[in-house]
Every structure is written in structure tokens, then in C-alpha cells.
């Protein structure tokens, strides 16, 4: 009989311990995402609250072009990057994990692999494919998130 309140209440413990809401990673994170279809630079902050800010601004139809214009276009999009972040809204997101979404949402924002520690922002523009932005974790956000 002792043997059976044992294994009940290392299931019940194993129940309850998968059944705890899951806790969002916090920290800061760069990606960049550079194509002649699109390119998007992003930062991303998740607090201890586990509330969420995020800013991606974009160029889309970039096209083939030069190195040297190529990297004015980087530094357009950093400094709109640096102009726009505090202006960024806090949010809540549901988080079951793995993936991020909007409250009650079922399209994934964010995705974390908590065994690689990688992040990815989900960047949705107009009626063309999602793409998945792979994310750097960083201590500071700085000028320059192309450097990286």
C-alpha cells in the first residue's frame, strides 16, 4: 500500500509540474534579415514580466544593388531602428514554451527553442510569406545591429 501513495504522488507531483504555465525567456535580441526581396532589422526585449517589446522596421522590394548602397540602406534602417524603439508598446503574449502569440491569436509572433536558446521574430508583411528572423541575444541594444 505504501508503495502505491508513492507512485501517486510522484504522478500527481509530474502532473503538476507539467501543468505550471510556462515562463518566457528574458533578455534582449538583435536579427537581421537582408534579401532583395525584403530587408528588416529588429530588436526584440522580453522583461521579467514576461512582457514583450519588439520593432522591426522594413524595406521591401530592395532589389539587386550595390555593397555601398546596400549598407546606406542599413544604416537607414538602423537609425530607424534607434528613432522608433521607444515608441515600441509594451505587450502580454501568450506563451505555451515554444511560440509567442497575441492573446486568444493563433499566428505565431515569436518562436524559442529552449534547448538551443534560439529565438526568432516572425515578421509578416503584406500578403507575401512570413519569414523567420533569427535573433542574436545582446546585454545592450547598440547603434549599429548589422555589425553583429
Known sequence: MHRYAILLLIGLGTLVACSRPAHPPVGRWIGNYDTPDVMVDARLEITKDGIVRASAPDLLDVGEISNATRAVMHARLADDLAESWDAAEPRSMDFDGRVFRKPGGVAPQMEW???????????YFGTKRSIRIPMRAVENFDSDPWSH
Open 113 to 123: 527553442n529552449p534547448g538551443t536558446k534560439q529565438m526568432k521574430l516572425v515578421f
